[in-house]
């Protein structure tokens, strides 16, 4: 038995109406990367930092990282240490529903050198 899909006239794909920017922040500094996609059905975003997906308050209530409702991911506060650099890096957002997926232009985070 084979599932059967239906579209609806009014469904559209995602695609991506808002990509996010370049970034450079202070250790410690709150930031936001901006992500904004239409589609209908309402598109679920998800954020990559170099290939990896991001986890945020969503996954772990302890997370320092946010998903926004707008689609957006926001940072209570960057984490930079001489060792490790959870946040700096290159991000891209990605709007899917069904019909298929939107993926943004990369921005890179860069934290501040003291």
């Known amino acids: 038995m084979r599932n059967i899909i239906k579209v609806r006239l ?10 996010p920017s370049d970034v450079i922040v202070s250790k410690g500094e709150p930031t936001t990367l901006n992500c904004k996609a239409e589609g209908r059905p309402t598109p679920t975003i998800e954020w990559y930092k170099d290939g990896e997906r991001v986890e945020t308050d969503k996954d772990d209530p302890r997370s320092h990282r946010m998903l926004l409702p707008s689609g957006s ?3 209570l506060r960057i984490v930079h240490g001489r060792r490790s650099k959870p946040d700096e890096g290159s991000y891209v957002c990605v709007a899917r529903n069904y019909l298929g997926e939107a993926v943004s232009r990369n921005a890179s985070l860069e934290v501040a050198c003291e």
């Open 10 to 19: 009014e469904d559209f794909p995602p695609r991506i109406v808002e990509h």
């Open 73 to 75: 991911l926001f940072f």
